[in-house]
Each structure stands twice: as C-alpha cells, then as structure tokens.
C-alpha cells in the first residue's frame, strides 16, 4: 500500500487542476510503514515519498511555491521522526526479548518442569503465575527420587515482590540438596525449616522485609513397595487422596507451623501414613486452587470437583494428566477465566496409564 501510495499521488496530481494539490498524502506512506517494517525500510519509503513529492512539484512547476517547499519538508521531518520512533521500538524490543529470555531461562531453572514418571509412579504438574507476565510466583513444587521412593514437596511463599522469589529459590535449593538422601521425613522437614531461617537471616542482613515472609509446605514420600503415602505438612492445604467416587483429604494429627514461624529447632515433625492404593490418584495443592473465588465469591468445591476429574480419568485411562487437565479447565471455567492467586497442583498415581493424555506440563504453560 505505501508503493502504490507513492507512484499513485503524482499520477493522480499530473490531472487534477493547478489549483488542487493531492500531494500532501504522500506522508501516509511512511507512516503506514512504521506498523509494520523496522527503520531500514521506513525511511526507504519516506524518502520514496519525498521524491514522489518533489516529482508532483515539478508536473505542476511549483516546486518553488512556498506551500510546495513548506510541503516537501514537511514530509522531511515527518519521515525522519517516524525512522526515528522505528529504530527506538526496533532496539527496546530486542532488549525486551532478550530480558525475557534470560527471565523464562532462570525461572525454568529455578521451577523445573516435573518429569511425567518417577520409579513405579506417573506424575502430572499445573502451574499459573497471577502476574500475567510471569511463570513463576511465590507457589513451588519439585520431585526427586531416592533409592527405594519418590519425595514430593510443595508450597507456598507468602510476601512480596522478590522476596517471595527469594523463599521459593532458598525452599527449592534446600530440598534438592537433601530430599534424595535416605533421610526421614521429619529430619527434611526441620532441614527445611533450618534453610528457611538461614534465609531469613540473610535477607534481614540485607535490610529486606524479611519479617513478612514465611513458607507453608508440604512434603510427601511414596515407597516403591508400600501402597502409602508418608506426609508431613507444615501449616500447607492438606493433600486429596481420590479414591473410586470420593475425594477425602488427608488431615494429620499433628500439624506443623508454617517454616519461618516456628523457632528453629523447637518445632516438632511427625510423620503420618496413609493408604495409596493401585488406581487411586493422588493430589497436591496450593491453596491458590481451594480458594478460587466465582463471580459471587464462592470458594472453588475442590473436593467435589477432584472426585469428578478423577472418575473421568479412570474412564478415559488417561492417568493423571487427564485427570488434571480436566480438574484445571473446571478451575478456570469456575473462575472465570483469571485466577487471583499463584496456583500449583500435582496429580499421583502407581503405573503408567493405557492412554496418556499428555505429559506434565512446564511451569505457566497452560
């Protein structure tokens, strides 16, 4: 359209009257082109433009009328502020581009995607950030294995801005570090809660808003002989355990303080077991999930809701991931289609399923 532009005006004024004058439409020309072309061709096509005009002047033989000269320069400066505004666009967004990489690279990193199968389990993952230009917020989950089981551990950083980024980074390190370790339960779990201090002291050091972050998490082992699930949750939503029509969530007796809140070394960890059978699934939670709200504010029915998805995973033999594709579109539908809070589940079961849906999916890509 700019081409045609350019060689159309000075047809068109070659038969028009003296007295009319189209050529000032020549300054659509550049800047049509700045919307979709980088400066290079932006100022091709100005200067194009500004030929075209001089030629237009001359089929008239006013090109020394001042009108005529106020024009061509006009366009001038029109196309050299609009190369110009293409070449600033042009550099912010290789810039933007590269921030991003490096960014979608570190959180990645830093929340790596969990692999679809671990020993005798299969595994599917959900994450959403609330900041829609983020795929990585304050919830976190990681996966490792040790000799005889798999250990899962999620959470949730409460605070704000970086900070909350920092607890997810310290929580993630420390539980790598140990997790694969024959450890017990409780000895992770007060690990844990000594990295957590160790990181509170660290950004209290640095002058942060150290005191307004603390950590609610949940750290699960499963044998690779046992059908049981061995839990510790530290003030986290307790886990679903779906089994055939119902999904009861898996309450301990002894319930931790959250990691942060607690002295250190004062609080107790005690581990609890629970059944695990072969076609029961698993669910691990932020409470991102269990408190979405509908329009009339109503919290998500997550227990309901769980046992629907998994009846309909075991009829499609598609596993956990079926199970939480469908779990994760009913949350969105429910919500209306925007969470107000980070959310992370995880869904469990023994074997692989017949026919899997898909496999687990990396942080923010929904």
């Known amino acids: 359209m700019p081409l045609t532009i350019v060689i159309a005006v000075p047809l068109i004024d070659l038969w028009l009257p003296r007295n009319l004058h189209v050529a000032p439409l020549l300054v659509v020309a ?3 082109t700045a919307a979709f072309a980088g400066p290079r061709l932006v100022a091709a096509i100005g200067g194009l433009a500004v030929l075209s005009q001089i030629v237009a002047g001359l089929e008239k033989q006013a090109l020394g009328d001042e009108r005529v ?13 609009v190369t110009l505004f293409c070449y600033l666009r042009e550099r912010h967004q290789a810039q933007l581009t590269r921030a991003q990489l490096v960014s979608e690279t570190t959180q990645l990193a830093l929340l790596r995607p969990l692999p679809p199968h671990a020993g005798p389990l299969s595994i599917a993952s959900e994450y959403r950030s609330a900041e829609p230009d983020s795929r990585l917020g304050g919830d976190l989950f990681a996966v490792t294995r040790t000799e005889h089981s798999t ?9 704000k801005g970086l900070t909350s980024l920092n607890g997810t980074s310290i929580m993630l390190g420390a539980f790598r570090a140990t997790a694969h370790r024959q450890a017990p339960l409780p000895e992770l779990a007060a690990y844990l809660e000594g990295s957590v201090h160790w ?10 808003e150290s005191g307004e972050w603390f950590v609610t998490a949940l750290v699960a082992d499963i044998p690779d002989d046992e059908q049981a699930v ?13 089994h055939e029509a119902a999904a009861t969530p898996l309450l301990v007796r002894r319930p931790a303080p959250p990691l942060g809140l607690g002295g250190l070394g004062e609080a107790s960890y005690v581990e609890e077991i629970f059944p695990f059978r072969r076609g029961d699934f698993l669910l691990l939670y932020t ?4 408190e979405a709200r509908d329009s009339e504010g109503d919290f998500y029915p997550l227990a309901e809701r ?3 998805a998994g009846r309909s995973a075991v009829w499609s033999d598609g596993g956990p991931s079926a199970m939480l594709q469908h779990l994760f579109g009913d949350l969105l539908s429910y919500a209306g289609g925007e969470l107000g ?3 992370a589940m995880i869904a469990v079961a023994w074997g692989v399923p017949e026919n899997p849906a898909g496999a687990a999916r990396a942080p923010g890509r929904a």
Request: cysteine-free; aromatic content about 2%.
């Open 199 to 208: 990181g509170l002291g660290e950004l209290d050091h640095a002058q942060d």
């Open 69 to 81: 000269v106020l024009e061509v320069v006009s366009l001038v400066v029109v196309s050299a502020l």
């Open 306 to 308: 769980a046992a629907v």
């Open 151 to 159: 250990r899962f551990l999620i959470g949730d950083v409460r605070g």
């Open 30 to 32: 550049p800047t049509i």
């Open 230 to 242: 061995h839990v510790v949750n530290m003030g986290h939503p307790p886990p679903l355990m779906i």
């Open 341 to 343: 809070d980070d959310m």
């Open 287 to 290: 409470d991102g999930v269990s």
